[in-house]
């Protein structure tokens, strides 16, 4: 069932939860965090500076004083510090009731490389959540109705990236093109969701996996977009940060949600509007595919999926 106008009213309180978001001193990341601590979450933001993300607290602050705001450095782009991140994490924390996986990285003009030799975009906005949302399965299990929210993107079914898994070229070693390589990470996003859900269920385990998108949003990501996208596109289309960041809070937040469920605008081609439940693109509800990135991306990031 759809609910019309779902908006941060709509968010029962957060007292007493444990939420981890990533990417969360920018953006979408930065507005989700501000709703999910006014409504009473301790919010672990993860940042890759740590400077930047003291800045984003302050501007919480600001109107919350009393948010329970606790910083974290992380970088997705290198295996190494998401190992050291969830070391450290463990050692802090014996429970996690919300794992939002919402850092991403679009369309760098040129082919960048992770720390690990993977193309940019795949490695960090996919492959780095994926192990980091493996490392911390059980923390997830632990904690009494947990849940995992993930960002993906419309432009995973959108033409212009023509949407799939390039199995034969992941990193685009041979030929890169920014926008396929963004369109590739983000259908990975949906294609892990789906899997992790299907897995859980198959093993009684009761951790809830959502996802959602922004529709076309505003915010920092689209700085490498091009004139047009930047000037035309997000002025005219881009919605403010407060609407653009509803559908990954429904994803994480609304009780009602179940596992497998994507939340996303729906108005003008699913760029702008209140989130409802969407469906993703046909190809990204393909079982054979989500199984062959998943068993490609436990062999890349050496992590085994503990799920008893
Ligand atoms: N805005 C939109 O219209 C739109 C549309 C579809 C999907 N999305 C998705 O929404 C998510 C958030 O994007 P946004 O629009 O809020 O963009 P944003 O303002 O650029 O925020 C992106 C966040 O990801 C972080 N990040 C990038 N690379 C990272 C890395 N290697 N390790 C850790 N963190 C890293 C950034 O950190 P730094 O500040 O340090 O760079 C920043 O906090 C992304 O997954 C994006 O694909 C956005």
Same mark, same amino acid.
């Given at each position: ?7 941060t009213?709509n ?19 930065l507005e989700a965090?501000?709703?999910l601590?006014?409504?009473? +979450? ?8 740590l400077?930047s993300g003291? /800045?984003?607290i302050? $501007?919480i #602050?600001k109107? =919350?004083?009393?948010a ?9 782009s ?8 969830s070391?450290e994490?463990?050692?802090k ?14 369309t ?7 720390k ?8 960090t906005?996919?492959l ?6 493996g490392?911390l399965?059980d923390?997830?299990?632990k ?13 995973h079914k959108m033409e212009m990236?023509?949407p799939?898994i390039y ?13 396929? +390589? ?7 996003n949906?294609?892990?969701?789906? /899997?992790?859900?299907? $897995?859980? #269920?198959?093993? =009684?385990t009761?951790?809830t ?5 922004p ?12 004139f047009?996208?930047?000037?035309i ?16 809070l429904?994803a ?9 469920e ?5 108005r ?6 209140y ?13 054979q595919i989500?199984?062959k990135?998943?068993?490609v ?5 050496s992590?085994?999926?503990n799920?008893?």
């Amino acid at each position: 069932m759809t609910t019309k106008n779902w908006t941060t009213d709509n968010i029962p309180s957060q007292q007493g939860k444990t939420i981890l978001i990533t990417g969360a001193n920018s953006g979408l990341g930065l507005e989700a965090t501000k709703v999910l601590s006014s409504k009473g +979450a301790h919010v672990i933001m993860t940042v890759r500076n740590l400077e930047s993300g003291k /800045e984003a607290i302050s $501007k919480i #602050k600001k109107d =919350n004083p009393n948010a329970k705001l606790e910083l974290m450095q992380l970088d997705l782009s290198d295996f190494s510090s998401i190992h050291k991140f969830s070391d450290e994490f463990h050692r802090k924390h014996k429970r996690l009731d919300v794992f939002i996986n919402n850092a991403g990285v679009m369309t760098p003009p040129k082919r960048e490389l992770t720390k690990q030799n993977f193309e940019i975009q795949f490695g960090t906005n996919h492959l780095g959540h994926f192990l980091l949302t493996g490392l911390l399965l059980d923390v997830l299990k632990k904690t009494p109705n947990s849940r995992i929210a993930i960002q993906s993107s419309v432009l995973h079914k959108m033409e212009m990236g023509k949407p799939d898994i390039y199995f034969d070229d992941l990193n685009f070693d041979k030929q890169y093109n920014k926008d396929v +390589a963004y369109a590739q990470s983000k259908l990975a996003n949906l294609f892990f969701a789906y /899997e992790l859900d299907r $897995k859980l #269920k198959a093993n =009684n385990t009761a951790i809830t996996v959502t996802a959602a998108h922004p529709g076309w949003t505003k915010t920092n990501l689209q700085r490498h977009a091009g004139f047009f996208m930047q000037s035309i596109m997000d002025n005219i289309i881009g919605q403010r940060v407060e609407i653009g960041a509803l559908p990954i809070l429904r994803a994480a937040t609304d009780t009602g949600a179940k596992g497998g469920e994507y939340f996303g605008p729906t108005r003008w081609k699913e760029l702008r509007g209140y989130p409802q439940l969407v469906k993703s693109s046909d190809k990204s509800y393909d079982k054979q595919i989500a199984r062959k990135l998943w068993e490609v991306s436990e062999k890349l990031t050496s992590i085994k999926y503990n799920f008893n």
